[in-house]
T-cell receptor, first 113, second 111 residues
């Protein structure tokens, strides 16, 4: 299994600003992912955070808006840039230890005013 | 990506079995069937997965139709703590990075 922590747990931000969310795992993992969960909705995969190379983004998500870093096998950051109220969501990171199970962090609840 | 269809909501009484259905008529031969659940204010957690045969673990059982076009997650005795949104997800064998979440089934459990 894996224990995942995220910082901050929640934040309220002004439009036009940026927020960086941190994801820390208690063990080295190969695969790390970032998801978004808009209010009352299901989860949407934003990107796969690749260690040592650029993240792989899903359709509808771009690096300029959601830059991701993955400096090592236990840590990743997601930045939500130039925020608007539509970015208000819960952002979750997850990791895959093997090919059968993902473990999710508790999420970061973002409100943009 | 193959799509899944689940009822929006279901209800159960505590201590009773719950059968959560999932239709996946476009499933391919290499797709695994995964179930995750999301408790209120938490990230999703893995429940169970399978390919062709029925599967059991400490949390639940997974019954897979012979043609694999549908499956059922079985909670043998629902507790209040089982109230959550349950997601049925298909992923390619050895490729759990493509967890495409559908709308899921919101399970309510009454005392």
């Amino acid at each position: 299994s894996a224990v995942i922590s995220q910082k901050p747990s929640r934040d309220i931000c002004q439009r036009g600003t940026s927020l960086t969310i941190q994801c820390q795992v208690d063990s080295q993992v190969t695969m790390m992912f970032w998801y978004r969960q808009q209010p009352g909705q299901s989860l949407t995969l934003i990107a796969t955070a690749n260690q040592g190379s650029e993240a792989t983004y899903e359709s509808g998500f771009v690096i300029d808006k959601f830059p991701i870093s993955r400096p090592n096998l236990t840590f990743s950051t997601l930045t939500v840039s130039n925020m608007s109220p539509e970015d208000s969501s819960i952002y979750l990171c997850s990791v895959a230890i093997d090919y059968n199970e993902q473990f999710f962090g508790p999420g970061t609840r973002l409100t943009v005013l | 990506d193959a799509k899944t269809t689940q009822p929006n909501s279901m209800e159960s009484n505590e201590e009773e079995p719950v059968h959560l259905p999932c239709n996946h008529s476009t499933i391919s031969g290499t797709d695994y069937i995964h179930w995750y659940r999301q408790l209120p204010s938490q990230g999703p957690e893995y429940v169970i997965h399978g390919l062709t045969s029925n599967v059991n673990n400490r949390m639940a059982s997974l019954a897979i139709a012979e043609d694999r076009k549908s499956s059922t997650l079985i909670l043998h005795r629902a507790t209040l703590r089982d109230a959550a949104v349950y997601y049925c997800i298909l992923s390619l064998a050895g490729n759990t990075d493509k967890l495409i979440f559908g709308t899921g089934t919101r399970l309510q459990v009454f005392p």
